[in-house]
């Protein structure tokens, strides 16, 4: 949807909270459960719980694995060990991390009488992945990468990518 | 969150309970749960029923097992919540692994 589309519908947002990320943020292991408690405090939100914590969880291992440390997917499926090797680079890269910033954007919306969605934005300050690309790839019964984007795609009634890849827009109805 | 071992009495099974959030947190105790335990038996059990979420590290992590255990035994997913369910399904993980609901 481009800005001009927003301007035309009736979609009234309601409520907006944003974060902005730094390295610390990013290394604690309380990162998601702390956004989806403020989420779920502050939208009134309870049944969600367990599914924005999903949601959450794939949003923030994009961005801070593929954005702000810029290690690739394909790492886990190099040899019986890349998965193990992957989670050890990323707790490596991680506790290196100096400056960083990822902004999170979450959003109450609804638009006329239709029931009303959130809608989470994430962008990372990195290089960005291919996500065309990435899109297009079949995710395998027995592949670790590209299951965090199945998930999301599944739970979410919207995902999409904008920039070059480092702004991750999803949406998830409320009813 | 945890994860904890158990081993039947006649041996042949090992339970491996995860509770509360399962993901790459918990990556290094759940690999030790079975392979620093010693012969795994026949077959082995991932209780999930206090499993409060799982994402697609856990997912990883779950395939892993797999790999680990080969033909050697059996693996059952036990008492997934209807939200983990979810996310086995999305993956496809209920082709991959017998569940008992």
Redesign the interface.
């Known amino acids: 949807m481009s800005p001009e589309q927003n301007l035309l519908d009736d979609t009234v947002v309601s409520r907006i909270r944003c974060w902005d990320l730094t390295a610390e943020d990013l290394r604690s292991d309380e990162l998601v459960s702390s956004l989806a408690e403020s989420v779920c405090r502050d939208f009134q939100l309870d049944l969600q719980r367990p599914v924005l914590y999903m949601i959450f969880s794939e949003l923030m291992s994009n961005a801070i694995d593929h954005g702000v440390l810029g290690l690739a997917s394909s790492m886990k499926e190099s040899g019986s060990d890349g998965f193990e090797r992957f989670l050890k680079t990323r707790q490596q890269r991680l506790s290196e991390l100096d400056l960083a910033r990822v902004a999170v954007v979450v959003e109450h919306r609804q638009i006329d009488d239709r029931a009303p969605h959130l809608r989470i934005t994430v962008t990372d300050f990195g290089p960005g992945f291919d996500y065309v690309r990435v899109c297009r790839e079949p995710v395998g019964l027995m592949t670790l990468h590209g299951r965090g984007l199945a998930i999301l795609r599944h739970l979410c009634s919207s995902v999409r990518h904008r920039g070059n890849g480092n702004c991750i827009e999803v949406e998830f109805l409320l009813d | 969150m945890s994860v904890i071992f158990e081993r039947s009495e006649n041996g042949e099974e090992i339970t491996v309970s995860v509770e509360g959030?399962f993901?790459?947190?918990l990556?290094e105790s759940f690999?030790a749960s079975y392979s620093d335990v010693g012969d795994i038996g026949r077959q082995v059990n991932v209780d999930l029923s206090s499993t409060?979420?799982?994402?697609?590290?856990a997912?990883?992590?779950l395939?892993?097992l797999r790999?680990h255990v080969g033909r050697a035994a059996k693996i059952l997913l036990k008492n997934p919540?209807p939200?983990v369910m979810?996310?086995l399904t999305?993956?496809?993980f209920d082709?991959?692994f017998a569940i008992e609901s």
């Open positions: 959030r993901d790459y947190r990556y690999k409060e979420y799982m994402d697609s590290s997912l990883g992590m395939l892993m790999e919540t939200d979810r996310v999305i993956a496809n082709k991959l």
